[in-house]
């Protein structure tokens, strides 16, 4: 119990949601990635069978950027945050493009992750509602619904299971326009990537399972495993990339 305690606390990253009366943006505010991308960049790979892509993740400023090789040359993208949008972008020959809406849901690399997935985008749509609490295995959770507000991409809404006391997302899936599940998230492990100014622990991301679902009765298809190694150091993000 100890050690699933640990694991737990360790997901919520350095932001704890566990208030006397949260609200479901106080409670997806303390479960965001960013919390530990503001402390290091994350570089490891996308898994399926015997596929492995490598990957990056950092944070600059308010924007999320990630990149995946196909072995010859990377591809980068940077999700641009605003108050009133969060859009994706491709660097085409030195340039910001627009990422067409068309392609967000799209698999990378004939893996289980897709443009929207490797953004986190959902994260930052805008008035997420809280449905309740659920037990997420023996976990009670905050569950957290988020719905499309018209920015394409395959999901229609998404759920985001919260765990009560820790501020850690235990679970995240998926769904299209007729309720249909298509994707789930699942954290299965986690690394402390160095201190704080105050000598805490700083934990972060080390491995998420990606698993496609069938609609018709929500059954895994296919898995992909998000892999992060450890950062050789923890600092404050330097420049654009």
């Known amino acids: 119990m100890k050690i699933i305690q640990s694991l737990l606390l360790c997901l919520a990253f350095s932001a704890p949601c566990a208030a006397q009366n949260p609200n479901a943006q106080q409670i997806l505010d303390g479960a965001k990635m960013v919390a530990a991308l503001q402390q290091a960049d994350l570089e490891g790979t996308m898994t399926k069978?015997?596929?492995?892509?490598?990957?990056?993740?950092?944070?600059?400023?308010?924007?999320?950027?990630?990149?995946?090789?196909?072995?010859?040359?990377?591809?980068?993208?940077?999700?641009?945050?605003?108050?009133?949008?969060?859009?994706?972008?491709?660097?085409?020959?030195?340039?910001?493009?627009?990422?067409p809406d068309n392609q967000l849901a799209e698999p990378i690399m004939g893996t289980d992750l897709t443009y929207e997935d490797l953004s986190f985008r959902f994260f930052y749509w805008k008035n997420p509602i809280l449905e309740g609490e659920e037990n997420v295995g023996v976990h009670g959770c905050y569950k957290i619904r988020i719905n499309n507000p018209g920015?394409?991409?395959?999901?229609?809404?998404?759920?985001?299971?919260?765990?009560?006391?820790?501020?850690?997302?235990?679970k995240i899936e998926g769904f299209d326009k007729l309720g249909k599940p298509l994707k789930r998230f699942v954290?299965?492990?986690?690394?402390?990537?160095?201190?704080?100014?105050?000598?805490?622990?700083?934990y972060s991301l080390q491995q998420m399972n990606v698993s496609t679902l069938n609609p018709a009765n929500g059954r895994v298809v296919s898995e992909t495993k998000l892999l992060f190694n450890k950062p050789k150091n923890v600092k404050a993000p330097a420049g654009p990339r």
């Open 151 to 170: 920015v394409g991409g395959a999901y229609h809404v998404m759920y985001v299971w919260v765990h009560r006391k820790f501020g850690a997302f235990m």
């Open 187 to 202: 954290v299965t492990d986690v690394m402390q990537i160095g201190k704080d100014a105050q000598g805490q622990a700083i």
């Open 49 to 99: 069978s015997r596929l492995s892509i490598p990957l990056g993740l950092f944070l600059r400023e308010k924007n999320i950027q990630f990149q995946y090789s196909d072995g010859q040359k990377w591809s980068i993208f940077h999700m641009r945050m605003s108050d009133a949008s969060c859009e994706l972008f491709r660097m085409d020959g030195g340039k910001q493009v627009k990422f």
